[in-house]
């Protein structure tokens, strides 16, 4: 087991045990975070506010939380909405939107690659967005993406720092991609709560309808369903 998963452990495990006395805490992260609700019923609901540590415990948690940390690339904004909202001045036209109905969903980054769900750092999923429909149209902004674990567990991911960008898909265009960085929980790690997804529901920016899509990379995701800073997020639909 690496340094940085030893780590994590720790963190976790002080989490937990804040948890059993009633703190409150966030995990791996010390500092509370707001609720963001849904604007639609795509699944994206809102995360509760999480309590704080007190004294040299918070200092502590927040130390472990940044060398949990170690070997993830970025973490998600602290806060952020986790809908599929994107209440900007660049924001697309409706007439223009891509419209859930319009685009058809496949897994697979630019180069058909896959997570590895036994990796010890960070990894992609991505969902490639075609332009199924008859008109050209564009996307915008973040997406809404719920996870549902196989429990029926619920994790409505945060968003990145990255800045959107309007993206303009012909009839057939394939060029579309949302992208979630991803946190792997290895099966022989003990100690941390996995989350096993099972499925997502993804909606497209400033949409109001979801799809659901299987999860198919199997093993397990470190559970950081109530961190205002998870290491599992969402970022803008991009170019794939």
Wanted: proline share 6%.
């Amino acid at each position: 087991m690496t340094a940085k998963l030893n780590r994590a452990v720790r963190c976790t495990a002080a989490v937990l045990a804040a948890l059993a006395v009633g703190a409150g805490a966030t995990a791996c992260d010390a500092s509370s975070g707001s609720s963001d609700k849904a604007a639609s019923h795509s699944g994206s609901a809102a995360d509760s506010s999480s309590g704080t540590q007190d004294g040299g415990s918070q200092k502590d948690s927040q130390k472990d939380s940044q060398d949990a940390g170690d070997g993830v690339k970025k973490t998600a904004v602290k806060g952020s909405r986790t809908d599929a909202v994107n209440p900007a001045s660049a924001r697309t036209r409706e007439s223009k939107r891509c419209h859930t109905g319009e685009l058809r969903y496949s897994w697979g980054g630019p180069h058909g690659g896959a997570p590895d769900m036994e990796a010890d750092s960070q990894q992609i999923a991505s969902i490639r967005l075609t332009n199924s429909g008859g008109r050209t149209c564009t996307v915008y902004g973040f997406p809404g993406v719920r996870l549902i674990s196989d429990s029926g567990d619920a994790w409505d991911l945060r968003r990145s720092s990255d800045k959107p960008s309007t993206l303009t898909l012909h009839p057939g265009d394939d060029t579309a991609m949302v992208s979630m960085n991803v946190l792997p929980l290895p099966h022989d790690m003990k100690g941390p709560k996995p989350f096993r997804v099972s499925k997502v529901l993804l909606t497209p920016p400033d949409e109001t309808t979801h799809v659901t899509l299987k999860w198919p990379y199997g093993g397990a995701l470190l559970d950081q369903s109530g961190a205002t800073r998870p290491g599992t997020f969402v970022n803008p639909v991009g170019v794939g």
